[in-house]
């Protein structure tokens, strides 16, 4: 269990310094590295629903799922309330941004302008930080299935 809890240490620590930087002694990009971002995602909470009858709480198996590949991603979204039988998904790439003091940033399909989309992974735990939390922003929390 020791040994567990340092390897998922180490790995951590090397998902929020990875990003592409330059190599100091030759100047070249330096490869990417796969991160504990891989993998699937379900919605366990959504801390600001902004239509009715859209639940906070989401229990396994609801199908709202964002599934991070080494570059590029793809989500489901399960309708609830007014688009309740709706499904949705979307696809595309994304890369990691290192922000001074702060958490490192998803940049979703080269856009990096507001609405920011910060990240932090605690275990089996990843949360979204989008917008502006205090004001009208949205905290959204996955639990790794895969």
């Not at 993998?39 to 799922?65: C, H, I, K, M």
């Not at 399909?109 to 275990?123: A, E, M, Y």
């Amino acid at each position: 269990m020791k040994q567990q809890t340092i390897l998922l240490s180490v790995a951590c620590f090397m998902m929020l310094t990875w990003s592409c930087k330059k190599d100091s002694t030759n100047n070249k990009p330096k490869a990417a590295t796969p991160t504990v971002l891989t993998g699937t995602w379900e919605l366990r909470e959504d801390s600001f629903p902004q239509e009715r009858g859209v639940p906070r709480a989401y229990a396994p198996g609801n199908g709202n799922l964002i599934i991070f590949y080494d570059t590029t991603y793809k989500g489901y979204t399960v309708g609830y309330g007014a688009e309740s039988g709706n499904n949705y998904s979307d696809s595309g790439t994304y890369y990691i941004k290192d922000l001074p003091n702060s958490n490192p940033q998803l940049v979703f399909n080269g856009d990096s302008l507001p609405p920011r989309v910060l990240f932090l992974i605690n275990k089996d735990t990843l949360t979204l930080f989008a917008g502006e939390v205090a004001s009208d922003g949205n905290i959204t929390v996955y639990q790794k299935i895969n």
